[in-house]
């Protein structure tokens, strides 16, 4: 099936209505630029949101094809500067919590990104958040959490969460969920979309790496049938609780009394 087929199928089957605001998380790469492409040419409702992590060349080049895609698609496009709103670029915020914490650094980024997305959301009143996740993503995440014993943790993936169900929560919905990575790259390639190609300086996850490795030497029927079995497999699964509380620091939605992102801060009261 074509990559637009896919999609709308998964927009009708989540019920994505026309004219509920749709905020789409752009990177500048080329997943969430198609994710807003698609979105537009169907005549979604959307609006772009972009955070500018301040890691100099890097960034300049994904805000520049950023502005110039909002601009085609004539949408408004709301940018959150890292270094204005929490005083240090995303370099600077990961270093600064790598020397207390070993983590890795797309497991710091991507906490602060959710909070920062989340709460943008809300503030700006928009119904859904839309990231550019793609099945490759998917298919990696689903196989980590495997291996590392907590299956569980992919219990509420799918193409819109199926978690948190709370007023303070902005819903994630994932239009390319089903759509493979090289079809989307085709697509981006072929649309002549702007897009920062390279990938993020800072990505060194080595473990997804690898697994990402491996996914690529199976065909891509078989890649689909990973997340095809994975809803499958984890439906059978005990979801985790999903009982929700506030953040006693910063009064954002959360599991435990502090939410992930002011754990990793460290921020006091
Ligand atoms: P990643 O975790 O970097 O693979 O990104 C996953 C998704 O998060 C992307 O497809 C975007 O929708 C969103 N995203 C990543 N980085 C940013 C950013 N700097 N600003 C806004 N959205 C982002
Ligand atoms: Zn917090």
Same mark, same amino acid.
């Not at 099936?1 to 087929?5: K, N, T």
């Not at 209505?17 to 789409?24: D, P, Q, S, T, Y």
């Given at each position: 099936?074509?990559?637009?087929?896919k999609?709308?199928?998964?927009?009708?089957?989540?019920?994505i209505?026309?004219?509920?605001?749709?905020?789409?998380a752009?990177?500048?790469?080329?997943?969430?630029?198609?994710?807003?492409?698609?979105?537009?040419?169907?005549?979604?409702?959307?609006?772009?949101?972009? +955070?500018?992590? %301040?890691?100099? /060349?890097? &960034?300049?080049?994904?805000?520049?094809?950023? !502005?110039?895609?909002? $601009?085609?698609?004539?949408?408004?496009?709301?940018?959150?500067?890292?270094k204005?709103?929490?005083?240090?670029?995303?370099?600077?915020?990961?270093?600064?919590?790598q020397?207390?914490?070993?983590?890795?650094?797309?497991?710091?980024?991507?906490?602060?990104?959710?909070?920062?997305?989340?709460k943008?959301?809300?503030?700006?009143?928009?119904?859904?958040?839309?990231?550019?996740?793609?099945?490759?993503?998917?298919?990696?995440?689903?196989?980590?959490? +495997?291996?590392? %014993?907590?299956? /569980?943790? &992919?219990?509420?993936?799918?193409?819109?969460? !199926?978690?948190?169900? $709370?007023?303070?929560?902005?819903?994630?919905?994932?239009?390319?969920?089903?759509?493979?990575?090289?079809?989307?790259?085709?697509?981006?390639?072929?649309?002549?979309?702007?897009?920062?190609?390279?990938?993020?300086?800072?990505?060194?996850?080595?473990?997804?790496?690898q697994?990402?490795?491996?996914?690529?030497?199976?065909?891509?029927?078989?890649?689909?049938?990973?997340?095809?079995?994975?809803?499958?497999?984890?439906?059978?699964?005990?979801?985790?609780?999903?009982?929700?509380?506030?953040?006693?620091?910063?009064?954002?939605?959360?599991?435990?009394?502090?939410?992930?992102?002011?754990?990793?801060?460290?921020?006091?009261?």
């Open positions: 099936m074509e990559i637009s087929q999609v709308k199928q998964t927009l009708s089957k989540i019920k209505n026309k004219k509920e605001r749709i905020l789409v752009l990177s500048g790469g080329k997943d969430s630029t198609v994710t807003a492409y698609l979105l537009k040419k169907f005549g979604y409702n959307i609006e772009g949101f972009h +955070i500018d992590l %301040g890691m100099g /060349e890097y &960034s300049e080049k994904c805000l520049k094809a950023i !502005k110039e895609l909002c $601009d085609d698609l004539k949408i408004k496009l709301y940018i959150y500067d890292i204005k709103e929490m005083g240090s670029s995303m370099c600077y915020l990961r270093s600064a919590i020397s207390r914490k070993s983590l890795k650094n797309c497991a710091i980024c991507g906490v602060i990104k959710k909070w920062i997305m989340n943008e959301a809300r503030r700006l009143k928009v119904s859904k958040i839309a990231t550019g996740h793609n099945l490759d993503d998917e298919a990696q995440t689903f196989l980590i959490n +495997i291996f590392k %014993g907590s299956p /569980e943790l &992919s219990a509420n993936s799918g193409a819109i969460s !199926k978690n948190m169900q $709370d007023k303070k929560f902005v819903p994630r919905i994932k239009p390319l969920f089903y759509v493979l990575e090289n079809d989307i790259r085709k697509f981006s390639k072929k649309e002549k979309l702007p897009v920062v190609y390279e990938s993020c300086p800072c990505a060194l996850d080595s473990y997804r790496i697994v990402r490795e491996f996914l690529n030497t199976l065909s891509e029927k078989n890649k689909e049938n990973i997340i095809k079995n994975s809803q499958k497999i984890l439906s059978k699964i005990k979801k985790k609780d999903t009982k929700i509380s506030y953040c006693k620091i910063c009064g954002e939605p959360a599991r435990k009394n502090i939410c992930k992102k002011c754990e990793l801060m460290e921020i006091k009261n």
